[in-house]
């Protein structure tokens, strides 16, 4: 017999905090993670683990800029910024928050009603 003390804890990445990616990946829906440089990204997750790696693809990375002002200006003008990636690894530590598009979930609920 095994003694319950000495198992390795099994671990359950469909619960908890890992819900939203696990639906992601298996919905194949869009998420928007906000990571620690103030950029967000919204793209499609394939593949996590359970330190928050994500391996994403169709990403678009949207950021704000700030120009300095020039001579006799106080502010400089705010830009925002965006591009595209086909593929993506995001290290986990980077992570502050990931939201399901709430978009793709109204799209993926009309689509099963018909």
Do not use: C
Not at 6 to 18: A, K, N
Not at 61 to 90: A, H, I, P, Q
Request: charged share 25%.
């Amino acid at each position: 017999m095994s003694d319950p003390a000495t198992q390795e804890p099994t671990e359950d990445l469909t619960s908890g905090p890992f819900t939203v990616l696990y639906k992601a990946v298996k919905g194949n829906l869009q998420v928007l993670v906000n990571v620690r440089n103030n950029h967000k990204l919204l793209g499609r997750v394939k593949a996590y683990d359970r330190h928050m790696n994500l391996l994403m693809e169709d990403v678009k990375e949207t950021w704000t800029e700030t120009s300095k002002g020039g001579k006799g200006k106080k502010r400089g003008t705010v830009v925002n910024k965006d591009r595209y990636v086909s593929k993506m690894f995001l290290r986990g530590d980077s992570v502050i928050l990931i939201v399901s598009n709430p978009a793709s979930l109204v799209n993926t609920a009309a689509a099963e009603a018909s």
